[in-house]
């Protein structure tokens, strides 16, 4: 079975900071899926990135990328010129390919994000 | 706007009662999944779905029940709530996982 491993139960950051989110993962799958979603106190799960694990370039959404290493099975989060409107519990999660490909996330345990003014 | 849909928001149960919660897309999506959101576990799948007529397990199935007559609709059945039920649940829906899930807005459940 797929794991998701989210080792910093909190973060905080400056406002206009970087910050990066660690996560780790095991899977006997070469080919599969990741995500980041952000839950804000309204409770609201947003996609915030995807990324592909046969693509070898990372995924950038303008101030969100991603640094993903396959072989260590690592899928950080990178948030650049950090805002307010950041703050929220962030999700990585993990999807298979396949049959059931789009019906079973497996998610990590969270990162609680604190945006400082 | 098109979405997953989510009803109730908010509920309280007694012991031993039973309820249903619905969920509900308009994307067309076939694949449809359910989670329950507990402090400092994440999210974890309770059952999904890969169409209309096709249901399997996940991680944590026990105490519920689900059917997918549509492929709109897929609602989660408490059958008997227990204390251990308190959670909130979202459901989700996705065309592949190449494009993410969309999720709804969740229910709180608090059984008493």
């Known amino acids: 079975a797929q794991t998701v491993t989210q080792s910093q139960p909190e973060m905080s950051v400056q406002e206009a900071e970087t910050v990066t989110l660690s996560c780790t993962y095991d899977?006997?799958?070469?080919?599969?899926?990741l995500f980041w979603y952000k839950q804000p106190p309204s409770r609201q799960m947003i996609l915030v990135i995807r990324?592909?694990?046969?693509?070898?370039q990372n995924a950038t959404e303008n101030r969100f990328s991603v640094n993903f290493q396959k072989a260590a099975k690592s899928f950080s989060l990178k948030i650049s010129d950090s805002q307010l409107g950041d703050a929220a519990m962030y999700f990585c999660?993990?999807?298979?390919?396949?049959?059931?490909?789009?019906?079973?996330?497996?998610f990590g345990e969270g990162t609680q994000l604190t945006v400082n003014p | 706007n098109a979405g997953v849909t989510q009803t109730p928001k908010f509920q309280v149960l007694k012991t031993g009662q039973s309820m249903t919660l619905q969920c509900a897309q308009d994307?067309?999506?076939?694949?449809m999944s359910w989670y329950r959101q507990d402090p400092g576990m994440g999210l974890r799948l309770i059952h999904y779905?890969?169409?209309?007529?096709?249901?399997d397990q996940g991680e944590v199935p026990n105490g519920y029940n689900v059917s997918r007559s549509t492929t709109e609709d897929f609602p989660l059945r408490l059958l008997s709530a227990a204390p251990s039920q308190t959670s909130v649940y979202f459901c989700?829906?996705?065309?592949?996982?190449?494009?993410?899930?969309?999720f709804g807005s969740g229910t709180r459940l608090t059984v008493v």
């Open positions: 989700a829906s996705s065309r592949d996982a190449a494009y993410g899930y969309t």
């Open positions: 899977t006997s799958e070469s080919d599969y899926y």
């Open positions: 990324q592909e694990a046969y693509k070898q």
């Open positions: 999660a993990y999807d298979g390919v396949g049959e059931t490909s789009g019906s079973r996330l497996t």
């Open positions: 994307m067309n999506h076939e694949y």
């Open positions: 779905s890969v169409g209309a007529g096709i249901t």
